[in-house]
């Protein structure tokens, strides 16, 4: 096992914030940081909205570099110790493969509710229950303060 702590990022601002955790950690604990970000195109998704045409004329190096794009503008925000890393694949088995050379896996999660996890899957949980190493699941902070809003009734009921 390697001392490298891998971080799943999307640039969602909790996998920021996920980066930074990890980086603080890793100063911790002497070792580097990984920062791994998996694209895919997927067609399925994209031909809905769209028709097969206009999808079967996507650039992939376009695609990729675009997310080459927010890789890098990710790890500029906590700096160059951190090493960026562009994989194409399912983002679930991307990481649970990155886990098997990393003394830590650190993943956002945004808390996206039952029935969308159940749709979609959820990154963070797939990872959890397969990851040959440990696993961090950084939430997105709750807000400080919430002001409560006022009740609102329909007025009397006759």
Do not use: F, N, Q
């Not at 920062?35 to 999808?55: E, F, K, N, R």
């Amino acid at each position: 096992m390697d001392e490298t702590i891998v971080v799943g990022v999307d640039g969602s601002p909790v996998s920021r914030t996920a980066l930074r955790w990890a980086v603080e950690e890793a100063k911790l604990r002497g070792c580097a940081v990984e920062a791994v970000l998996a694209w895919h195109v997927d067609y399925g998704m994209v031909i809905g909205p769209v028709s097969a045409t206009v999808a079967a004329g996507i650039d992939r190096d376009e695609v990729r570099e675009s997310y080459r794009r927010v890789l890098d503008d990710v790890v500029a925000e906590v700096g160059p110790e951190v090493r960026a890393v562009l994989a194409e694949g399912d983002a679930r088995e991307v990481l649970t493969k990155a886990s098997e050379h990393a003394a830590l896996l650190v993943v956002g999660s945004r808390g996206a509710g039952p029935i969308r996890e159940v749709l979609l899957g959820s990154v963070s949980s797939h990872c959890v229950h397969h990851a040959t190493c440990p696993v961090v699941v950084v939430r997105e902070p709750e807000p400080e303060h919430v002001e409560p809003k006022p009740a609102v009734t329909p007025g009397p009921l006759l």
